[in-house]
């Protein structure tokens, strides 16, 4: 009989009572992907971090790329029980936890790809998704010199960074008590009825990153009094902080974040 792998985020962060959520749900609604909060008082969107090869971005598309594989047989196509997986468009982006690409990439940021493609940021009325920059890309297909953002996680380095600017702002610094919560959709055994909740330090946070149970960030993390709460949607390239109008200038202001105002999402 196979032995489950001990969870090292168990201890520091064991699990908490379902019903931890419950201020949730009155305050945002339901939480499948993720409880989204309105402003407590003030609010931003923290983008996650995509990269570019320092050759810039290729001619050619990931679909493009994936396709001329397939013809010449140098990648597999994906199956699954007998049927071919091989439908739609290789956009490139990826859903879940992800991380700097390593030598020959760097961070490409929001605000400079929108100069050089003439794209808003977000388009207006809509949230930091796979719809924003259109221009970018080829029949709705990244160049293969460009990693977009992650979709339903933050990446390592924005985790990280907004870790640290919570921290710094309290309310007890890293001995801030928090919850955690991972919507059902992302965990690696899916469970509708009981809400996966975990609770720990605010200064214990960054091993959430690395949660055995699921793919990806925690979909909320909030101070246990209730005084910030973030959200990173299941189906979105960014992370909701609201809060008080001190942290949220605090990550407006990081150099090491990328940060905006979406007012049509408060």
């Not at 168990?10 to 931890?20: C, H, Q, V, Y």
């Not at 610094?173 to 720990?200: E, I, K, S, W």
Request: contains cysteine; glycine residues 10%.
């Amino acid at each position: 009989m196979h032995e489950e792998e001990p969870n090292p985020v168990a201890d520091p962060w064991p699990l908490a009572p379902s019903d931890t959520t419950d201020w949730l749900l009155e305050l945002c609604g339901d939480g499948v992907t993720g409880f989204m909060p309105p402003a407590m008082p003030d609010a931003v969107w923290v983008l996650n971090a995509m990269y570019e090869h320092e050759e810039g971005p290729a001619d050619v598309s990931y679909h493009e790329y994936r396709r001329a594989g397939l013809a010449d047989g140098s990648i597999r196509p994906a199956v699954f029980a007998g049927i071919d997986l091989e439908v739609g468009i290789a956009t490139g982006g990826d859903l879940g936890r992800a991380e700097h690409p390593g030598h020959g990439w760097r961070r490409l940021r929001w605000a400079e790809l929108a100069r050089r493609t003439g794209d808003p940021l977000v388009p207006e009325g809509l949230l930091p998704s796979h719809s924003c920059f259109p221009s970018a890309k080829k029949e709705g297909s990244w160049p293969l010199g460009i990693v977009p953002p992650a979709e339903g996680s933050t990446d390592r380095e924005t985790w990280d960074r907004l870790i640290a600017v919570l921290t710094a702002h309290g309310p007890a610094g890293p001995d801030t008590a928090c919850l955690a919560y991972y919507n059902p959709l992302m965990l690696v055994r899916p469970d509708f009825d009981n809400l996966h909740v975990q609770a720990g330090r605010l200064g214990d946070a960054g091993m959430l990153y690395d949660n055995p149970v699921a793919d990806f960030s925690p979909s909320n993390l909030w101070a246990q009094d209730r005084s910030w709460v973030l959200c990173t949607d299941y189906d979105l390239w960014a992370t909701k902080v609201a809060g008080p109008p001190a942290l949220i200038e605090a990550l407006l202001n990081d150099p090491e974040l990328e940060a905006v105002r979406l007012p049509w999402a408060p």
